[in-house]
């Protein structure tokens, strides 16, 4: 080997060498601190590209059961109001059982009617007044529950429909609303058919009932499913961007020793430069 004092070959190698040691030890040192193995795309372009959208899918994924929940939400509200207009038509069927009792005044019947027309009163403003988010529940109209990745293929809506209620029509869930309107309890006669349409009204609310809670069970199950897909999205999704500790801390630990040996050897090479003058003494 020829000794040269133009060029430091040595050292240039050295000097490189450490370059790219230090480059490699910020880059570790970097997924370290952000706990990513991915912080640009230089670092895994296509793999930056599937985290992504699994990322959006996540995120589509994690609002459809937000969605859902509010649906199941709506629901349940209604439900609760069917659930007290039962308790006030059970409690109308004893006023109709009573007042056809032919042992009961003109009188009395007047003052069971005032009762029952109360009742009534209160059915229409349930169904009047329900709300869910500003909406009115028992509104006849129809509400879609969007259920979607963020892709076409993963989108669906989930239609719930919560009828009207008013003492002028009971029941929306197949059966033939029933009028309790113009029912009285005034005389024996017209308590008794009175008695027939209440105990129809309550048959419907319960059939209401059941369809709310059919409705309730699949948008729950929709939710269940939803979150399945977001724990498996989210656990693929972080195979790939999700830095490897144990393995950083390693290469860590092996970029310092090297980092400190390339430094020695940068001023051993310089040494070794130096050495020329000797020749000249």
Known sequence: MSISIL???AGLQAQNQLNLTSASLQKTLGELSSGSRINSGADD????AIANGLQANTTALTQSAQNATDGVGMLQVADGALSQVTTLLNRAVTLATE????????AQ???IDNEFTAIKSEITRIGSNTTYNGAQVFSGTTTSVYISDGTSQGSSSIDASVGTLSASSIGFSGSSSVNLSSDSL??????QTAL???????????GDRGKLGADI????SATNVVNNQVQNLTSAQDSISSANIAQDVANMTKFNILQSTGMAAL????QMQQSVLRLLQ
Do not use: P, W
Request: proline share 0%.
């Open 7 to 9: 060029n430091n070959i």
């Open 45 to 48: 372009a296509a793999g930056l």
């Open 99 to 106: 007042a056809s009792n032919g042992t009961v005044s003109s």
């Open 109 to 111: 019947q007047t003052s």
């Open 186 to 191: 005034t005389s024996t006669n017209s308590a």
């Open 196 to 206: 027939q349409d209440i105990t129809k009204a309550i048959a419907n609310v319960a």
């Open 217 to 220: 069970n699949r948008l729950q």
């Open 267 to 270: 001023q051993q090479s310089n």
